[in-house]
């Protein structure tokens, strides 16, 4: 079964708009680390957000911003203000710790229009 | 601080060649993981290493692929022989620990294209 869904293999958003990035998971491990990567056309992979399983408040890093909703198993990723340089992959992450393991979504492709 | 660093960039080999990615981690990183991504599809777990020792092979596709950390330094993957299906993006990552928030500090990556 896919541990990180990814629906979005598109997406499409207006500069200084705001985008949401949907990501699901799958986990039976009470802790679990979700995060977000950004892969611009250069190919690095740029680590953006972290949220832990047992965080009270969604993590926020500057115009990211992750909207944790626990019951629903979903960690979507806002960024608000989107600029061109926002133009890239994007995936979804999550470490389960019991099984160590680093599982990753299919990636959405965002692009920004002037 | 240098990041993790992957060699080659890109490869085209025929199919029945043999090819050998490396990748140097962050200095002091004793955990060391190989992806790969398959053109459209996600990110998928190849294999990890702590120091010099395979932690967890579970991702590796079958015996054609031989993972090596001599040293616990860097790492090779080598495919041998290369079959069509074996392209994609290899990506290595390195992380100091294995905690939670723990992140993981990726390569650029070596684009693996077989003919």
């Known amino acids: 079964a896919q541990k990180i869904t990814q629906t979005q293999p598109g997406m499409f958003v207006q500069e200084k708009e705001a985008v949401t990035l949907d990501c699901t998971y799958d986990?039976?491990?009470?802790?679990?680390?979700l995060f977000w990567y950004k892969q611009p056309s250069s190919g690095e992979m740029i680590f953006l957000i972290y949220?832990?399983?047992?965080?009270?408040q969604n993590a926020t890093e500057g115009r990211y911003s992750l909207n944790f909703q626990k019951a629903r198993k979903s960690a979507n990723l806002v960024i608000s203000a989107s600029q061109l340089g926002d133009s890239a992959m994007y995936f979804c992450a999550m470490r389960e710790v019991n099984f160590n393991k680093f599982y990753f979504g299919s990636g959405t492709k965002l692009n920004v229009k002037p | 601080e240098a990041g993790v660093t992957q060699f080659p960039s890109h490869s085209v080999i025929e199919k029945g060649q043999t090819v050998t990615l490396r990748c140097d981690p962050i200095s002091g990183h004793d955990n060391l993981y190989w992806y790969r991504r398959v053109m459209g599809k996600e990110i998928k777990f190849l294999l990890h290493f702590v120091k010099e020792s395979k932690q967890d092979e579970s991702g590796m596709p079958n015996n054609r692929f031989l993972a090596e950390r001599t040293g616990g330094t860097y790492s090779t993957l080598k495919v041998q022989p290369a079959e069509l299906e074996d392209s994609g993006v290899y990506f290595c990552?390195?992380?100091?620990?294995?905690?939670?928030?723990?992140?993981?500090?990726f390569g650029s990556g070596t684009q693996l294209s077989v003919l």
């Open positions: 990552a390195s992380s100091q620990g294995r905690a939670t928030n723990e992140k993981l500090f």
């Open positions: 986990t039976s491990d009470p802790s679990y680390g």
């Open positions: 949220q832990g399983s047992y965080d009270q």
